[in-house]
């Protein structure tokens, strides 16, 4: 690098820079993560996701039955978030998932990354529908909380089959 770029480098770093901050109030004044053992994982895929009980007790959880997962996966949010009073429009906490025990095993329906959908074609040349895939360019991995230090959303199981042991839970919301 010659001497004119390094000095010009140098007279940029001393240009004061406009800086702002949001105002306090601005922000959850207190977070759910801020106290009780809480465990991150990644995810990539959507899908449901087993962990074993002695995976759990590796994690640091005492009590493996009483694990609750926390988070909103890997789908990219909407990049305009607020109103144009500056209202948030989404809730910045993360949600509990629903969650199965069985077999001395943890369940739970992560979302991944990647988000297809179904999109209906208004265009008069083109009927029907098509998919689009929307991919979270911010990040590769959907992140959960695990804890033992808030109550576990469990999923209930089907009503609809009778005299079935483990009867066959249904897709939709609330089920795995």
């Known amino acids: 690098m010659n001497h004119k ?11 004061p820079l406009a800086a702002s901050a ?3 109030d601005f922000f959850a004044p207190s977070s759910r993560l801020g106290s009780g053992n809480w465990v991150k994982v990644g995810i990539r895929q959507t899908g449901v996701y087993e962990i074993s009980y002695d995976q759990l007790r ?30 948030i429009l989404i809730d910045s906490d993360i949600s509990p998932v629903r969650v199965f025990h069985k077999d001395n095993k ?41 804890t033992d230090s808030a109550p576990a959303v469990t999923v209930e199981k089907s009503s609809d089959v009778a005299g079935e042991e483990d009867p066959i839970l249904e897709r939709g919301a609330g089920y795995v």
């Open 5 to 15: 770029n390094l000095l010009a480098l140098a007279a940029l770093a001393l240009v």
């Open 22 to 24: 949001l105002p306090s």
């Open 58 to 87: 590796e994690m640091g959880f005492a009590n493996p039955a009483s694990v609750a997962v926390y988070g909103r996966g890997g789908r990219r949010m909407e990049e305009n978030f607020t109103d144009t009073s500056g209202n």
């Open 106 to 146: 943890l369940f739970f329906y992560g979302l991944g990354v990647e988000d297809i959908r179904f999109v209906e074609n208004t265009s008069l040349e083109l009927g029907g529908s098509f998919m689009k895939n929307d991919l979270n360019i911010y990040s590769d991995y959907g992140y959960y909380f695990l």
